[in-house]
Structures are given as structure tokens and as C-alpha cells.
């Protein structure tokens, strides 16, 4: 969902005739999983890209769209939020989530991911912590040409999120695209965009989810049967220029404030 570089995160574009153009009731499908109708494309392989980086099958949309509501749900403006399913830990010690990222890509991505895994691990009280791994991670890094949604470029692409069986999703992946790899130049840029697409693999949503100030004017996220659970003890004013790693859109930056602590503790 770190879906767009700033500079062409603008969610617009030239209408034509689309032979993968969704029905109604495909439409009416993504709304009640809990996510923006107006901003979902079919794609070739008979997936669904949501608002710009999440693919998802239909059964997973079914499977959130079947969710139950709970008295944790809200809408607001803009905080931090979860998903109803977050990964599973144990009562006492710590759950182990492996990360493998695939070939192919420059060595400062290596680098980057590194350093995304440690500032996590740098929080020193979670209930979960991460361990790089060479291959079949729990959540695994491809690399793939992503193109743009709704006229921006999409740098990250993840797989959804929590499983109800309380795993992590099974990874996401980075475009290969000339405009992704132009903002992705740096181990920063990529260490930001890693550690954003792991935080939706964990169950974070957007922390501007309602209205996308990151991005600019224009449509927000809905919050519907997925979850859009607010976490005490975050802010309930942010804006644009708010430097969560949970931004919807980019701004540089591979911090994680003092309110993404917060968020991170709360929910691990």
C-alpha cells in the first residue's frame, strides 16, 4: 500500500473501453471486504489490485468480506490502525517471522531490508521479531514490473494481510518499473518501502487510511469487514506531512516515529 512515490501518487487517469472492467457485483464484493470500489483493478491473471498495492484473490475478498464486525471498529479521520487479523503470538517469549527477499535485485536492497528488520527488532519488547533468511521466508520479497494504478507508480505491491490463522502475509513485492526503480535509489528509499509493506503483512493499515493526506487530495480507504481497529494512544489529527511509516504515500523517510512505536507495542 506504499503504493505510489509522492511525485505521481495523484490518483487519476484517461478512461477507455477496459475488457477487465469489474461488474457490479465484483465491486460490491471489494466494498464489503472493506476496501475502495472505485479504486480496485481486475488483472490479467484474474486477481485484484486494491487501491494501488494490495493483489488479492476473490477468496480472499470473500473471506474478509464474511468477516464479522466488532465493537473495536470505528471510523475516524486519520490514526493509526489495524486489521481484526494480526499474527498469532505466544504467551510467554517470542514468535519468530522469517524474511527472504528473491534474486535479481541491486545489493543495497539486501542492505535495506536489513536495516527495516533491525529497526523493528530495535523496539527490543515486541512479541514478534524478525530473522532474515536466505530463501522461503515467511514472508518472501519478489520482484516484478507493476506498471501504475489510477496514473501513479507503484513501488510495492503486498500479498493482503494476517491470515485468520494468524499468520503473517505470505510476502509482497517490488517493482522492477523504470519510474520504481528511479525513487527507489537508495538504501533509505528502499529500507522505507520494505519496512511499510511488512507493517500491511502484519496487519497495519494505512495510518492516513480515511482520507490519504500523504498522497494529496482525493478518495480515502474505506474501512468495512477487513478492520480498521484504532490503536489508543496514537494521534487522531495527523496530516500529510506526518512522518508515519504508515503513510499511504512516500516521503523518504525509513523512520519509525514514536507514534508507530506506540502502535507497534500496543498490537505486539
Keep these: 500500500m506504499l503504493a505510489v512515490a509522492i511525485v505521481s501518487c495523484q490518483k487519476s487517469t484517461t478512461k ?3 475488457p477487465n472492467a469489474l461488474s457490479q457485483d465484483e465491486k460490491s464484493l471489494v466494498a464489503s471486504a472493506g476496501f475502495n470500489s472505485n479504486w480496485v483493478e481486475r488483472r490479467s491473471d484474474g486477481n485484484y489490485l486494491i487501491e494501488g498495492d494490495i493483489l488479492l484473490t476473490r477468496t480472499q475478498l470473500e473471506e474478509m468480506a464474511g468477516a ?3 465493537n473495536n471498529f470505528i471510523v475516524a479521520d486519520e490514526e493509526h490502525y489495524r486489521t481484526f487479523n494480526v499474527v498469532s ?12 527477499l528473491g534474486s535479481g535485485f541491486p545489493a543495497y536492497y539486501s542492505t535495506g531490508l536489513d536495516n527495516a528488520l533491525a529497526r523493528y527488532n530495535g523496539l527490543g519488547d515486541l512479541k514478534i521479531v524478525f530473522q532474515r533468511v536466505a530463501s522461503g521466508g515467511q514472508i518472501h520479497i519478489t520482484g516484478a514490473n507493476l506498471g501504475n494504478s ?12 494476517p491470515t485468520s490463522s494468524g499468520n503473517p502475509s505470505s510476502g509482497f513485492t517490488l517493482s522492477t518499473s523504470s519510474c520504481a526503480t528511479t525513487y ?21 493499515r494505512h495510518t492516513d487510511y480515511k482520507r490519504r493526506n500523504s498522497c494529496g487530495p482525493g478518495a480515502g480507504e474505506s474501512a468495512g469487514s477487513i478492520g480498521a481497529v484504532y490503536i489508543p494512544g ?13 503513510m499511504a ?19 505486539y
Design 89 to 100: 503470538t505466544p504467551v510467554s517469549g517470542v514468535r519468530t517471522i522469517t524474511v527472504s
Design 150 to 161: 489510477g496514473g501513479g507508480c507503484i513501488l510495492g505491491q503486498a500479498s493482503g494481510f
Design 234 to 246: 496514537t494521534p487522531t489529527n495527523v496530516n500529510g506531512s506526518y512522518n508515519s511509516w504508515m
Design 68 to 70: 464479522a464486525p466488532t
Design 249 to 267: 504515500c512516500t516521503n523518504g523517510s525509513p523512520i519509525l516515529n514514536a507514534d508507530d512505536a506506540i502502535a507497534l507495542r500496543y498490537v
Design 16 to 18: 477507455s473501453a477496459d
Design 184 to 204: 527507489l535509489n537508495t538504501t533509505d528509499k528502499v529500507d522505507e518501502v520494505m519496512a511499510h509493506e511488512i507493517g500491511h503483512c502484519i496487519g497495519f
